[in-house]
């Protein structure tokens, strides 16, 4: 069975950055295009960016010019590379291929 387990995240100070990982213990990043989302207590689940399987990238306008995603096919692996990080940046953060979620990290922007 497929998994997704996702890595990275912690306790930043605003202005700060963090890097996100999503490893994938199949080939599953090699047929889809791979989300990362967040959500808040009480919120729906926001999409965050995407990578599609040829390396086309789409963001959400809140974390354009600040958040970059990117692939090691190799590895088998996504990132998510977080920098000016503010407060309402913090949630947790989930990874998405296909019709599989990863269990979630949680990512707190405070000082």
């Known amino acids: 069975q497929v998994q997704l387990v996702e890595s990275g995240g912690g306790l930043v100070q605003p202005g700060g950055s963090l890097r996100l990982s999503c490893a994938a213990s199949?080939?599953?990043?090699?047929?889809?295009?791979v989300d990362w989302y967040r959500q808040v207590p009480g919120r729906e689940r926001e999409l965050v960016a995407r990578?599609?399987?040829?390396?086309?990238?789409n963001y959400a306008d809140s974390v354009k010019g600040r958040f970059t995603i990117s692939r090691d096919n190799a590895k088998n692996t996504v990132y998510l590379q977080m920098n000016s990080l503010k407060p309402e940046d913090t949630a947790v953060y989930y990874c998405?291929?296909?019709?599989?979620w990863g269990q979630g990290t949680q990512v707190t922007v405070s000082s």
């Open positions: 199949g080939l599953i990043f090699r047929i889809n295009a």
């Open positions: 998405h291929a296909g019709v599989i």
């Open positions: 990578i599609t399987t040829l390396g086309g990238t």
